[in-house]
């Protein structure tokens, strides 16, 4: 039997919408319509951001989160353990946070390999020059 902290966190399916009304910068709530593109239900969604936050909080005043005060992090969240490590895998399979010598961390990878699937779509697929994305 496999642990839920200890599963796979290689990848996150997001949510893609094309109608130019959905995009994540023309939402009241930016933050919230990108956890709800990862995130099926609401509660999730807002627990993920509420996350989110503390990590960024946390992390602006040199007081990383250490990934053993999951125990802490379950009280705040009113979460169970196996919902909160479900949210976090799915956190880190995205590439918005890390853990780097046991703290938790935000991450640049999900702009970058957003950044990479538009590049290679716009120059491989559209043939347009890079300079014109």
């Known amino acids: 039997m496999s642990i839920v902290k200890n599963a796979p ?3 996150t399916t997001i949510v893609v919408r094309s109608d ?12 919230y319509g ?6 099926q239900e609401d509660a999730t969604a807002v627990r993920g ?3 989110l936050t503390i990590i960024e909080e946390r992390q602006a005043a040199g007081n ?10 379950l009280e705040e969240l009113q979460i169970s353990r196996a919902s909160f490590y479900a949210m976090r895998n799915k956190l880190l399979g995205a590439g918005l946070i890390s853990i780097k010598n046991k703290e938790y961390r935000l991450s ?5 390999d957003l950044i ?3 590049r290679w779509w716009w120059t491989a697929v559209l043939n347009q020059p890079e300079e014109s994305l």
Do not use: C
Request: charged content about 30%; cysteine-free; overall charge positive.
């Open 9 to 11: 966190r290689t990848a």
């Open 20 to 31: 130019t009304n959905t995009r994540i910068s023309h939402s009241r709530d930016p933050y």
């Open 34 to 39: 990108l956890m709800r593109r990862i995130f």
């Open 49 to 51: 951001q509420k996350f």
């Open 64 to 73: 990383a989160i250490q990934t053993d005060e999951w125990k802490v992090i």
């Open 108 to 112: 640049g990878q999900f702009s970058k």
């Open 116 to 118: 990479d699937m538009a």
